[in-house]
C-alpha cells in the first residue's frame, strides 16, 4: 500500500495521535502543500498536524458497514477557523455514502461535478456565527474529505484553504474551487495568514453557559487495549473534560467506567479537535461531558 500525504511520512512517524496546534501567538504563519498519490493537493499552514487513525476497520454497523484499509487526518486551528483534511482508503464510495448521511439535512449540497469519474460534491451549513463546508472528492480508490469550519463565509483563512485544492486527473490539473479568471499560482500558495493572539490563554473554566458551546469536529476512536480485550472489559466511559479557549484539550476527569476502559479513552480525548466555546465574542474554557462505549463481539 502506498503511503498517503507524503509530505506527512516523517511527521506522522514522530507525531502519533496529535490534531491540535499550539496557542495561537500572533505574528504570521506560512502555507504548505500537502499532497497524495499524484492526484490530490491543498495548502494547509504550516503548523498543521496529523496521524494516521488505526488500520482496517469498519465504518457503520451490520449489513451497511463499509470496510476501511486506511484513514489519515491533517489539522489545522487557525485564531477562529478550523481547517481538515481526512483521507480514506478502502470501501471509499462506501464510506462517503456514510459520511454524508451523517451530516443528514444540517448540510445543503451546493455543487456536485464529475470529472471523468472523479466525483467532487460540495456541501455548507451555516449557523449563527459559525459557518462551515465539507467537500468530498472521490476518485476509484481513495476519498478525500475536505473540512472548514470558520465564524462566516467570508473568513480568508477559509477561503484561501479551499481555493487551493487542486487535482490532477488524467493528467489535467483542476482546481474546482477557483473562480473563473482568478490566479491559479497564487491560488497554489496562498500569501502569509496573520495570527490573532486569542483573547485570553486561561485554562480556568467559566461558570454558567457560554454564548456558543464548543464545537467536536472530530474525535479519535479509542484503541481497545489486547489486555482489555482478553478481559472481556466493556461498558462505557464517561470523562468530564475541559475544553481550553485555546483549543487545547484541559483537565480530564474520569466520571466513571472500568478500569481497563479509562487509559484507551483518556488518550482518544485528549486528542480530539474542536472550535472553542465563545462569551461575549471571546474564546473561552469550558467543561465538557464526553463518553466512550465498548462492546465485545
Known sequence: MRLVLQILVLLLSVLPLLAQLPPNS????????????NEFSIAMP??????????????????????????????????????LIE???????GARDQLVERLGQ??????TQDFDGTEVRLLE???????????????????YVIQA???????????????SLTLSIDGKILMPNLPPGDDRARAQQPPEIVLT????ADDEPIKGKPDRDAIILYRPRPRYSPEARMGRAAGTVVLNVVLSATGRVGKIEVESGEMALRNPSIAAVENILFIPAEKDG?????????????EIY
Open 197 to 200: 493572539a486569542p483573547a485570553t
Open 106 to 111: 444540517a448540510y445543503k449540497v451546493v455543487k
Open 149 to 163: 469550519h470558520a465564524p462566516d463565509d467570508n473568513d480568508r483563512v477559509l477561503g484561501l484553504f479551499l481555493r
Open 26 to 37: 500572533g505574528g504570521t504563519a506560512k502555507w504548505r502543500t500537502f499532497s497524495s498519490k
Open 46 to 83: 504550516d503548523s498543521a498536524k496529523g496521524f494516521t487513525e488505526e488500520n482496517d476497520f469498519s465504518m457503520g454497523r451490520g449489513p451497511g458497514a463499509t470496510r476501511i484499509t486506511k484513514r489519515v487526518l491533517v489539522s489545522a486551528l487557525v485564531s477562529r477557523t478550523a481547517l
Open 125 to 143: 451549513r451555516r449557523q449563527e456565527k459559525l459557518y462551515s463546508v465539507q467537500q468530498f472528492v472521490l476518485f476509484k480508490k481513495s476519498l
Open 282 to 294: 471571546k474564546p473561552v474554557s469550558v467543561w465538557k461531558k464526553i463518553s466512550y462505549s465498548f
Open 87 to 93: 483521507f480514506f482508503e478502502g470501501d471509499v464510495a
